[in-house]
């Protein structure tokens, strides 16, 4: 059954290659017609707890590059990696905080945790995914484009279409710029929250990140703690 549903996942977003170069072209074409993003503040404005897998596609093939289950209250995020094996257990927590730009990794057999710094790339990649807002910065502008309502993972949605663009200066003078395009299902009855998100790399890959099980939560601040007890091993 998991094969099966990687297959229908690996079509349904190739099947997107065609229709977003189109719409990438109508982009360029119809600039004044785009929507613009909605205000930071109303997105992903509360917790919420779901079932978390990104899945990684290049031709025919699929690979899940990450799954378990995910608490959220921006900029805290708790993560519980699932375990690669039907039956294994897994012993890791993964407690981050977006604001200071920490991790802290705790083992919970072990009863020990060790605090990391998050690099930049590690902020961007939990944006893209989904599970913290996105905060743009001088360099970057993004807009969204609605296409149409949609049900996705049990949800009713607007699936939007966005743009990226990142300026990175080349040299004292000039820029160069790169553009990313994504998709996002927003769930309607969930204020908003992404149930599902596509988005594409280079060399034809693409990476489908899935939402289920999603529900609205207030969560504890002892949630994004290690346990009481636990001994930090930072710096070691």
Avoid at 118 to 130: E, H, I, P, Q, V
Wanted: net charge neutral; with cysteine; hydrophobic share 40%.
């Amino acid at each position: 059954m998991r094969n099966c549903n990687r297959a229908m996942v690996c079509d349904r977003a190739a099947r997107f290659y065609l229709p977003l170069t189109c719409l990438v072209l109508l982009l360029s074409l119809n600039a004044p017609a785009q929507e613009p993003s909605p205000p930071a503040a109303s997105q992903q404005a509360g917790g919420f707890t779901a079932d978390f897998t990104s899945t990684l596609i290049f031709k025919d093939k699929s690979h899940t590059l990450l799954s378990g289950r995910i608490s959220a209250s921006p900029p805290l995020v708790r993560f519980e990696p699932q375990p690669e094996e039907p039956d294994g257990i897994y012993n890791e927590i993964q407690l981050y905080d977006f604001e200071h730009q920490k991790i802290r990794r705790v083992f919970l057999d072990d009863r020990i945790y060790f605090l990391v710094e998050l690099t930049g790339s590690a902020r961007m990649k939990a944006m893209r995914d989904g599970w913290i807002p996105w905060k743009d910065l001088p360099m970057i502008k993004r807009r969204k484009i609605r296409l149409k309502e949609d049900f996705v993972n049990d949800h009713p949605c607007i699936l939007y279409l966005q743009e990226r663009k990142s300026e990175v200066p080349v040299d004292k003078k000039s820029t160069a710029a790169s553009l990313e395009y994504s998709l996002i299902w927003e769930a309607i009855n969930l204020q908003g929250l992404p149930v599902r998100i596509i988005y594409f790399l280079p060399n034809q890959r693409t990476v489908v990140v899935d939402y289920k099980n999603m529900k609205l939560a207030d969560l504890d601040p002892p949630l994004f703690n290690p346990p009481e007890g636990f001994l930090n091993l930072s710096p070691f």
